[in-house]
């Protein structure tokens, strides 16, 4: 396996998580596995929530989908689920979304737009795990 440090994209300020992960590269295909831990407050710049930058660029012309899960830690106590989406026409750099489905309508899913980090007496508030696999570029 491969060491590298996947960032959030899309970013308002400062980013106040830290990132790390790994992957395998084989026959065209990448296996990765990313977790960002937030140690800060940090904010997305629009309503589009967070990316997520790859540790290599993906093929182009399909929408991607892989796992994702958020885990409240000391702000929320609570695990959700949800999808990190790549939509085809990216360039293969960074998930176009980070969403979870919310926590008072399991029917709705929501973009990842604000993590807490260290406010409100939280310590690592927020921790967002992305696996899957994808072909590379």
Do not use: C
């Given at each position: 396996?491969t060491?590298?440090?996947?960032?959030?994209?899309?970013v308002?300020?400062t980013?106040?998580?830290?990132?790390?992960?790994?992957?395998?590269?084989?026959?065209?295909?990448?296996?990765?596995?990313?977790?960002?831990?937030?140690?800060?407050?940090?904010?997305?710049?629009?309503?589009?929530?967070?990316?997520?930058?790859?540790?290599?660029?993906?093929?182009?012309?399909?929408?991607?989908?892989?796992?994702?899960?958020?885990?409240?830690?000391d702000?929320?106590?609570?695990?959700?689920?949800?999808?990190?989406?790549m939509?085809?026409?990216?360039?293969?750099?960074?998930?176009?979304?980070?969403?979870?489905?919310?926590?008072?309508?399991?029917?709705?899913?929501l973009?990842?737009?604000?993590?807490?980090?260290?406010?409100?007496?939280?310590?690592?508030?927020?921790?967002?795990?992305?696996?899957?696999?994808y072909?590379?570029?």
């Amino acid at each position: 396996m491969t060491q590298w440090t996947p960032k959030l994209t899309n970013v308002k300020g400062t980013d106040g998580t830290v990132g790390s992960g790994h992957y395998v590269e084989s026959g065209g295909v990448v296996t990765f596995t990313a977790q960002i831990v937030a140690k800060k407050e940090t904010n997305a710049a629009s309503s589009g929530g967070f990316g997520l930058t790859l540790p290599r660029p993906a093929a182009t012309g399909v929408r991607y989908v892989f796992n994702l899960s958020l885990d409240g830690r000391d702000a929320d106590h609570g695990v959700w689920t949800g999808e990190a989406q790549m939509y085809a026409g990216s360039d293969g750099s960074q998930l176009d979304r980070l969403r979870v489905t919310s926590p008072s309508n399991g029917a709705q899913v929501l973009n990842i737009q604000h993590l807490y980090g260290d406010v409100e007496g939280a310590k690592e508030a927020e921790i967002i795990t992305v696996t899957g696999s994808y072909p590379v570029a």
